[in-house]
């Protein structure tokens, strides 16, 4: 059974960077049939595409958030990362990784809080 | 961008009612890439249907979704208990995902 991790701090300043990366267990982050993405959901809110890594590291990005996002993987760990820059509280959301077909996103990570502040 | 806009936004039903959600679309989706999910308090979402008509893997056929275009309809056709949720539209295969807004189907 596929199963994805989300880790990293739960507590970021305003203005720093917040860090995430998502581990893939129970399956290789190499398959060709798969995208890995980062979706995000503010407190009471709705769902947000963030963006999304194939296994070659090509990388797509949610226009709005281009300037400051940054996905990579690592294949030798079944890992990929979430980086995103310059933060405000309204980046303060539950963050989940998740696994994109081409039969929609499958399997999802439990999700992690993040919050901005000082 | 393609932007979804969700309606209604509340679904006030009762346990045995049929429930209709809309996904209406800024611009033409590909069938092929239009999926619907439910999300329950505290979980992460699970995947309903994808391709806009195919129900995903275990879910029961309650669930059914339809539409080309730029509408699109969930419908459950006898609400469970369980059903009562919040649901989302997704657009998905064109490198720009998005989702809409959400409904939330309601105890009446």
């Known amino acids: 059974q596929l199963q994805l991790q989300e880790s990293g701090p739960g507590l970021v300043k305003p203005s720093e960077t917040l860090s995430l990366t998502c581990t893939v267990s129970?399956?290789?982050?190499?398959?060709?049939?798969?995208?890995w993405g980062w979706i995000r959901q503010p407190p009471g809110k709705g769902l947000e595409w963030i963006g999304s890594?194939?296994?070659?590291?090509?990388?797509y990005y949610n226009p709005s958030l281009k300037s400051r996002v940054t996905i990579s993987v690592d294949t030798s760990k079944n890992q990929f990362s979430l980086k995103l820059s310059s933060v405000t509280a309204a980046d303060t959301a539950v963050y989940y990784c998740?696994?994109?077909?081409?039969?929609?996103?499958?399997?999802w990570g439990q999700g992690t809080l993040v919050t901005v502040s000082s | 961008e393609i932007v979804l806009t969700q309606s209604p936004g509340t679904l006030s039903l009762s346990p045995g009612e049929r429930a209709t959600l809309s996904c209406r679309a800024s611009?033409?989706?590909?069938?092929?890439?239009l999926a619907w999910y439910q999300q329950k308090p505290g979980q992460a979402p699970r995947l309903l249907i994808y391709?806009?008509?195919s129900r995903a893997t275990g879910i029961p056929d309650r669930f059914s979704g339809s539409g080309s275009g730029t509408d699109f309809t969930l419908t459950i056709s006898r609400l469970e208990p369980e059903d009562f949720a919040v649901y989302y539209c997704?657009?998905?295969?064109?490198?720009?995902?998005?989702f809409g807004q959400g409904t939330k189907v309601e105890i009446k």
């Open positions: 998740a696994r994109s077909t081409p039969f929609g996103v499958d399997y």
């Open positions: 129970g399956g290789s982050i190499s398959s060709s049939s798969y995208y």
């Open positions: 890594i194939y296994y070659s590291g090509s990388t």
């Open positions: 611009q033409s989706v590909s069938s092929s890439y």
């Open positions: 391709g806009a008509s």
């Open positions: 997704q657009q998905y295969g064109s490198s720009r995902e998005t």
